[in-house]
């Protein structure tokens, strides 16, 4: 049986016991904390007591150097009052702050400290883990996400990203400028879009959509959407499935762009196409090099062809009859921009034709002439015509200015209608060849018949006179009216030396008188 006296510690016994228990906890921190692939560091009011490998690796330092530190100069300084305060407040709770290598680099951490009691002893122990990496990760993600912004939204289509379930995943701000309602609108309304839809095209936009979800391929549509505002847009439409690597279908991404202006133009081309199409007149197109790029009906049938691709890719010189006429027209027209004249064609069949031509540059928007355009009509029967009225016209000439010779010795021209400056220059020529030809000493011009006289032809009448004399005839002028005296005496003509009488039968009285041949 023991005694009280053996079985009693002594202070030295318990504090044995506490090296003992304490190397124990260390030999166990050290187990595990080497285990660990976080920083660990224990210290009391910031002084180190422990360090594992760990913490001496991504710090930079050996271990036995770090013990004994101040902690806080293992932090950067921009980080080191944050840090303080988290220490003295007991703070337990994951935050971030700059550390501090042993060569002065520096590199963001996690850290997350704990309080840990042994009886009156307190330490602190702090886990440090790098995420440099992390951080890494996350800024290439938010540039990423920056990048992918920048080109999504700020893209002038409307691009939308719609999930397998249908619901939009994304919606770009475009599809306000396009359509009136924002994005958030979509975003809250799956079905907006074919609510906007016009109805004459829902059906379509509807068939499309069921395909689009189980189709690999890209999908086209146009259809029309009414907009906020009541206005109605064509939208061309173009989407295809968005899939992650393993394959998976993610949904589909789709592109919207306004094609309103575009639908208007091509709607206006159609109109032009279809009129020059339907022209009478022959209408040709041609490149720069003069390569026929295109002719409508009414040219191939004014040319005698079947089909227009016996004409397209050939040259204008194989549908003149003088070749070389093409190219002066070409040249002309390329430094003038426009050419209005005629030229002889020659059909299929050999046979030639009259067309005006009118040709002029087409250019494009920048005005750079890109190609020729010409338009022909056949004018053949109206030149035929022409000639018929000018040799009629002619015929009519002579008979409006006849030349009698009345008597021998005597010629007389009866003048009815207008008197024009071509009708007395024709008068003056067939009066001087009678005068030439029958050798008359009188001549009796009546103009009983004739209104009135421009300035003009007075002046030609009384140049005629003067030529009669020249030719050794006498003149009498008879059955002037009024109006042609006021015109003869404003000219300041001056007659004192043409005998002139009121009438015609007065007139040929004085001539037969000065004949010696009395009534």
């Known amino acids: 049986m023991q005694t009280k006296e053996q079985t009693q510690t002594t202070p030295a016994d318990e504090v044995s016991a506490l090296r003992h228990r304490l190397a124990r906890l260390q030999a166990r921190f050290r187990r595990l904390s080497e285990a660990s692939f976080e920083a660990i560091i224990i210290h009391r009011q910031a002084r180190i007591l422990e360090v594992n490998q760990a913490a001496a690796d991504v710090l930079g330092y050996e271990r036995s150097a770090m013990v004994g530190m101040d902690g806080l100069n293992l932090v950067a300084p921009a980080s080191r009052e944050i840090v303080r305060e988290n220490i003295a407040g007991g703070y337990e709770k994951p935050y971030e702050a700059t550390m501090l290598r042993a060569d002065g680099s520096t590199f963001p951490a996690d850290l997350r400290g ?83 839809t016009h109805r004459d095209d829902r059906a379509a936009l509807e068939e499309h959509l069921q395909h689009e979800v189980k189709r690999d391929e890209p999908l086209f549509l146009e259809f029309r959407i009414s907009t906020r505002a009541g206005e109605e847009r064509w939208i061309e439409h173009a989407c295809q499935p968005v899939k992650d690597d393993e394959g998976r279908r993610l949904g589909r991404r789709a592109s919207n762009r306004d094609a309103t202006d575009r639908k208007a133009m091509e709607q206006e081309l159609r109109v032009k196409e279809s009129a020059i199409a339907s022209s009478i007149n022959g209408i040709a197109i041609t490149d720069l090099q003069g390569s026929i790029c295109y002719v409508n009906q009414a040219f191939v049938d004014m040319w005698g062809y079947n089909d227009v691709s016996e004409v397209l890719g050939r040259l204008p010189p194989d549908f003149v009859e003088r070749p070389r006429e093409v190219g002066q027209v070409i040249e002309e027209l390329l430094d003038a921009s426009s050419w209005v004249g005629e030229l002889r064609a020659k059909r299929k069949d050999g046979s030639t034709f009259i067309v005006q031509l009118s040709a002029s540059l087409v250019a494009d928007a920048g005005g750079r002439p890109i190609r020729m355009m010409s338009s022909f009509v056949d004018v053949t029967e109206a030149r035929h015509a022409q000639r018929q009225i000018a040799r009629q016209a002619e015929e009519i000439l002579e008979l409006s200015t006849p030349v009698i010779e009345l008597w021998e010795g005597i010629v007389v021209v009866p003048l009815i209608g207008t008197l024009d400056s071509r009708r007395a220059q024709r008068l003056a020529e067939d009066l001087l060849d009678a005068i030439a030809s029958t050798q008359s000493d009188l001549v009796l011009v009546d103009v009983t018949g004739v209104p009135t006289i421009d300035t003009q032809t007075a002046r030609h009448l009384i140049e005629t006179i003067t030529a009669v004399r020249l030719l050794g005839a006498d003149m009498i002028l008879t059955g002037v009216r009024p109006a042609i005296a006021q015109t003869i005496v404003h000219l300041g003509l001056d007659l004192s030396n043409i005998t002139t009488r009121s009438s015609l039968a007065a007139g040929l009285r004085v001539a037969l008188g000065i004949l010696g041949e009395g009534m």
């Open 114 to 196: 704990k309080v840990v009691s042994s009886g009156a002893d307190t330490v602190r122990v702090t886990a440090v883990r790098d995420i440099t990496e992390r951080k890494q990760a996350r800024q290439a993600l938010e540039e990423s996400r920056r990048r992918f912004r920048t080109v999504a939204d700020f893209t002038y289509d409307w691009e939308y990203w719609i999930g397998p379930e249908g619901e939009f995943l994304y919606v770009s701000p475009a599809c306000q400028r396009i359509t009136g309602y924002d994005r958030q609108a979509f975003l809250e309304n799956p079905q907006l879009l074919q609510q906007i």
